[in-house]
């Protein structure tokens, strides 16, 4: 390790030794640069306020399309009927494709899929590539597939189009949160959190019209096609703004710098050392082109395995914290009912009350009890101190209060009482909507933001919304009562306000300050908390220019 320090003397210099340094004419501007790269630089104009703007209309258009799949006007109705043998024709998606309802709700759950296989990868590569440009690549897929579900001929066409739209969501989910934690003032981050989530609701309700007006007036179709619309100049905002850095990850020009197949790269791309034959010298040691090699597919290697042994040590971080897990289980049972509500509930609406405008008063009501719901949950917890033992208490009263009034509202056959309850439990539910991902970002570090997101986000949909779609549909094909199944689905709140009751319970401490760790390359070949000397605090061209050199 000493010679890890030293440094060429004159002699060997002028014995022809090729350095590094030397084949790198560039990586003394590195050094000196090194120090500002740590620190991300934003555009003038990329004000926190205006990152949050931007971050709630994505999030808008990405739930607008789950409302818009689950409105009448596009996900329409199946051909029927009756007993004389006089047939209805079908209409939208489900009439289009003759769809039974288990396959129309498999079909709201079909983009999970990509959902949860990206959601982790994301995460994962946020270690390693700039986070705001691997948004930027989500937001491409769900703009493509968006588009191909407009298109699309067949149900299995757009099943997988919808396995495609859950990638673009992916990335965003997992990673805008963490931003706008990061932005946010002190004393209001819950509030941010809660302007962000507010989008939630309004997009879903305001995909309901949405549908409802395109559906009826246009083509199911047109519907997707104006999503992609929509999405298309944030897809190409992610790719052409100067990104920004997450607190907890080193920038990617940093790590770059410190990679020491970059350091042997320059040498072979260098013009003039392509030209040499037989070894190339770094740090005073041969190498030839054969070795160069097999050490780049070696070191890709160890990248592999270090992410992959990286991956399932975070994983055991978060599966061990009680307060992560709690928080989560509670989280998927309020996702099961809330995910079946937004495919279903219209539906329900029209086959219990006969509403005449399901799609239109669902819409409205989600809308004002999610805007004024989600921003009340997240201010009022700001106002009580915003700790993530307050935060269990506001989610476990809240939900148990929602649950109360949602069921009473479908025990009513009036269809003026049902709306008012209604109205006051979706107002109370979507209370929990800031402190949830609070406590999600708040009990893990730093650097396990984007995980703990991706893998809460994962945890609602394969055991929450994904699930809850097609078997309320099999329970309703079975038991043929709406009011029985809503009934049903609706208890299920207060399984989710009994996790999070047990919250109030467990020690809980407040991670996301903790600056103890910090954050290495991937590649496993480089460790400055090893360096002696204090070689730690050197820039990239002073270890460059050391007996540095890459194992074979």
């Not at 029927?80 to 047939?87: E, N, W």
């Not at 009680?322 to 029209?350: D, E, H, I, M, Q």
Request: charged share 15%; glycine share 10%; net charge neutral.
């Amino acid at each position: 390790m000493a010679s890890l320090s030293s440094t060429p003397s004159m002699e060997e210099e002028k014995e022809g030794s090729v350095s590094v340094q030397q084949s790198n004419p560039q990586s003394q501007h590195i050094a000196a640069s090194s120090s500002t790269m740590d620190l991300p630089s934003n555009p003038s104009w990329f004000t926190p306020k205006r990152l949050l703007f931007i971050f709630c209309v994505v999030n808008m258009i990405n739930y607008l399309d789950r409302g818009t799949i689950a409105s009448n006007g596009v996900n329409g109705k199946k051909r029927t009927c009756d007993d004389k043998g006089i047939c209805k024709s079908g209409s939208g998606i489900q009439g289009d494709f003759d769809l039974t309802n288990f396959q129309d709700g498999l079909l709201s759950s079909a983009f999970m899929v990509g959902l949860l296989v990206s959601s982790p990868v994301f995460a994962s590569l946020a270690k390693s590539h700039n986070p705001f440009r691997l948004i930027g690549v989500g937001l491409s897929v769900f703009t493509l597939a968006t588009a191909g579900c407009g298109a699309a001929p067949s149900f299995w066409f757009i099943a997988i189009c919808r396995m495609l739209v859950g990638v673009g969501e992916a990335s965003f989910i997992s990673l805008a949160a963490p931003f706008i934690d990061d932005n946010a003032p002190v004393s209001q981050k819950t509030a941010w959190l809660a302007v962000f989530y507010m989008c939630i609701p309004t997009g879903i309700a305001l995909g309901y019209v949405y549908g409802g007006l395109v559906g009826e007036h246009l083509n199911w179709r047109y519907a997707f096609w104006g999503e992609a619309l929509l999405m298309f100049p944030f897809a190409v905002f992610g790719f052409v703004v100067k990104p920004l850095q997450l607190k907890g990850f080193s920038s990617v020009e940093s790590k770059k710098a410190l990679t020491p197949m970059e350091t042997v790269s320059t040498v072979t791309d260098d013009s003039d050392a392509s030209k040499v034959k037989g070894p190339i010298l770094v740090g005073g040691d041969g190498i030839s082109a054969d070795e160069l090699n097999e050490t780049s597919k070696s070191l890709d290697i160890h990248n592999i395995l270090n992410r992959l042994s990286q991956f399932g040590k975070d994983m055991k971080v978060l599966l061990v914290d009680k307060v992560y897990v709690v928080n989560v289980l509670g989280y998927v049972a309020y996702t099961f009912v809330l995910g079946a509500y937004g495919y279903w509930g219209p539906k329900a609406g029209y086959n219990i009350y006969h509403m005449k405008s399901a799609d239109m008063l669902f819409g409205g009501i989600t809308v004002v009890c999610g805007i004024f719901g989600t921003i009340a949950g997240g201010f009022i917890l700001d106002r009580m101190s915003a700790t993530i033992n307050h935060a269990f208490i506001l989610l476990s009263g809240a939900t148990f209060l929602g649950a109360i009034s949602c069921f009473s509202a479908f025990c009513l056959r009036n269809l003026y009482g049902f709306l008012v309850l209604f109205a006051v439990g979706e107002l109370l539910l979507f209370a929990a909507q800031a402190p949830v991902n609070f406590v999600c970002l708040h009990c893990v570090k730093p650097s396990l933001r984007p995980l703990a997101m991706a893998m809460s986000t994962v945890s609602i949909h394969i055991f929450g919304d994904v699930p809850s779609s097609p078997l309320f549909g099999v329970v309703q094909d079975h038991i043929n009562n709406w009011k029985t199944t809503t009934l049903m689905l609706t208890s299920i709140f207060f399984l989710a306000a009994g996790f999070w009751f047990i919250g109030i319970f467990l020690p809980s401490v407040d991670k996301s300050n903790d600056e103890n760790e910090t954050q290495v390359s991937p590649n496993p070949m480089v460790d400055t908390k090893t360096l002696p000397d204090g070689n730690g605090d050197k820039g990239p061209a002073e270890v460059q220019g050391s007996n540095f050199r890459p194992p074979c």
